[in-house]
T-cell receptor, first 113, second 111 residues
């Protein structure tokens, strides 16, 4: 079974802090994704990566950066957290692009105060 | 971009009832997935179904790609079926594909 894990289920940070959200997958998938989910707005893609050290902007990349130094790990970085980044963050992975299922981690509920 | 519409937005049913959830999309797709988001926020894969019909226990799904819709059927509902059901689609984009999600159907099963 594919397993995608995220470093924290719940996280509380202060405005201006640098925040790292970690995601690890154990199925040797090429592609990894970061989404945020907000009530009334659904799931929106922040960044994705098709290979180690590669990254592509999604629909809402502003205020975020990512890092993929190893194939199994994809990190989302909030350089200076703001209250409007309070959200549910979901990581996903898939084997390749197109025609392949995405599998999701359990999510991280981030609150920025 | 592609539009994904799900209906109904909310559905409340008695335990044991059957239900049909619909997903309409505005363009040809190479990937369509159905997910169930449980009360803890985890998205659980239900079906990968860009076309055709699949069944898994009490759940089944049908996608009619030429008419741009997909249906998720839940039979003999149980309280554990409660949650939000999402349809997500992917359009061909030369290796730059990404999923676009519908806004979901919130299903509540009453004992």
């Amino acid at each position: 079974d594919v397993k995608v894990t995220q470093s924290s289920r719940y996280l509380v940070k202060r405005t201006g802090e640098k925040v790292f959200l970690e995601c690890v997958q154990d199925m040797d998938h090429e592609n990894m994704f970061w989404y945020r989910q907000d009530p009334g707005l659904g799931l929106r893609l922040i960044y994705f990566s098709y290979d180690v050290k590669m990254k592509e902007k999604g629909d809402i990349p502003e205020g975020y950066s990512v890092s993929r130094e190893k194939k199994e790990r994809f990190s989302l970085i909030l350089e200076s957290a703001s209250t409007n980044q309070t959200s549910m963050y979901l990581c996903a992975s898939s084997l390749l692009t197109g025609y392949y299922e995405q599998y999701f981690g359990p999510g991280t509920r981030l609150t920025v105060t | 971009g592609i539009q994904v519409e799900q209906s109904p937005p909310d559905l409340i049913l008695q335990e044991g009832a059957n239900s049909t959830l619909r997903c309409n999309f505005s363009d040809s797709v190479n990937n369509l997935q159905w997910f169930h988001q449980n009360p803890w926020g985890q998205l659980i894969n239900l079906f990968y179904i860009p076309s055709g019909t699949k069944q898994n226990g009490r759940l089944s799904a049908t996608t009619v790609a030429t008419e741009r819709y997909s249906l998720l059927y839940i039979s003999s509902s149980q309280t554990t079926d409660s949650g939000v059901y999402f349809c997500a689609v992917e359009i061909p984009n030369f290796g730059n594909e990404k999923l676009t999600f519908g806004t979901g159907t919130r299903l509540t099963i009453i004992p």
